[in-house]
C-alpha cells in the first residue's frame, strides 16, 4: 500500500492564479481531509468528506473547494491564490471503523507570491 | 469536541522517560485522546489513544486520570528520533472527521 499520496510536493503561484492540490489514498477509507499548517502553528481542518459525493466544510473553508467523485481522491481546489494561502497543506484518510486513525499524507508546500 | 491544553515546549534527556502532560479539562464521556506526533516538516503520525484506561503499544504509554480531565504521553526510553511536535486531541470516535489540532508540545531529546 502506498498510503497516502499528494502531488505536487512544492508548488508557488501568483496572486490569482488557480491550481488543484491532488490526494489520493488506496486504503479504501470512507472519510478524507484537508488541513494547513501555518508557519509554528498546528493544523487547521480546510474541508472533509465522509465518502463519495458527500463533502463539508471545516474551520477555514473560504477560498477552497473540494469534490469527491471516487472513494480514493480528493482533490483540493485553490480558485484564486492569495499570499495568505501561503502554507504546507496535508491530506489525511481514516476508516469509519475501528480506531479511527487518520493517516497523514507528506505534504505540498504551496507559496503565493 | 472538547479542547486541549499542552506546554508549549519540553526537554528530554536521551535514553530517559519523556512525560508529555495534556488538560482536556471539559471532555465529554464518549470522547477519546488520542496523540499524534509531526517529525520535522512530515504529516502528522499516529501514537496511540483511549478512552479511559490506561494503554500501551510498541511506541509508547497513555495514562489517563481517573476523572479523564487530563493524561500524559509517556515515551519510555527516548531517543533523538523522538525529537517532534505532539498533539493531544479529543474528539468524538466517528464523529464526522473533525480532528482539531492545538499547538503541541515541542519535545526535544538532548545527548
Known amino acids: 500500500n502506498a498510503g497516502v499520496t499528494q502531488t505536487p510536493k512544492f508548488q508557488v503561484l501568483k496572486t490569482g492564479q488557480s491550481m488543484t492540490l491532488q490526494c489520493a489514498q488506496d486504503?479504501?477509507?470512507?472519510?478524507m481531509s484537508w488541513y494547513r499548517q501555518d508557519p509554528g502553528m498546528g493544523l487547521r481542518l480546510i474541508h472533509y468528506s465522509v465518502g463519495a459525493g458527500i463533502t463539508d466544510q471545516g474551520e477555514v473553508p473560504n477560498g477552497y473547494n473540494v469534490s469527491r467523485s471516487t472513494t480514493e481522491d480528493f482533490p483540493l481546489r485553490l480558485l484564486s491564490a492569495a499570499p495568505s494561502q501561503t502554507s504546507v497543506y496535508f491530506c489525511?484518510?481514516?476508516?469509519?471503523?475501528?480506531?479511527?486513525?487518520?493517516?497523514f499524507g507528506p505534504g505540498t508546500r504551496l507559496t503565493v507570491l | 469536541d472538547a479542547k486541549t491544553t499542552q506546554p508549549p515546549s519540553m526537554d528530554c534527556a536521551e535514553g530517559r522517560a519523556a512525560n508529555l502532560p495534556c488538560n482536556h479539562s471539559?471532555?465529554?464521556?464518549?470522547?477519546?485522546v488520542y496523540w499524534y506526533r509531526q517529525i520535522h516538516s512530515q504529516g502528522p503520525q499516529y501514537i496511540i489513544h483511549g478512552l479511559k484506561n490506561n494503554e500501551t503499544n510498541e511506541m509508547a504509554s497513555l495514562i489517563i486520570t481517573e476523572d479523564r480531565k487530563s493524561s500524559t504521553l509517556i515515551l519510555p526510553h527516548a531517543t533523538l528520533r523522538d525529537t517532534a511536535v505532539y498533539y493531544c486531541?479529543?474528539?468524538?470516535?466517528?464523529?464526522?472527521?473533525?480532528?482539531?489540532f492545538g499547538s503541541g508540545t515541542k519535545l526535544n531529546v538532548k545527548p
Open positions: 486504503m479504501n477509507h470512507e472519510y
Open positions: 486531541i479529543v474528539r468524538v470516535l466517528n464523529n464526522f472527521n473533525k480532528f482539531y
Open positions: 489525511a484518510s481514516n476508516t469509519k471503523r475501528g480506531t479511527d486513525t487518520q493517516y
Open positions: 471539559t471532555i465529554s464521556g464518549n470522547e477519546y
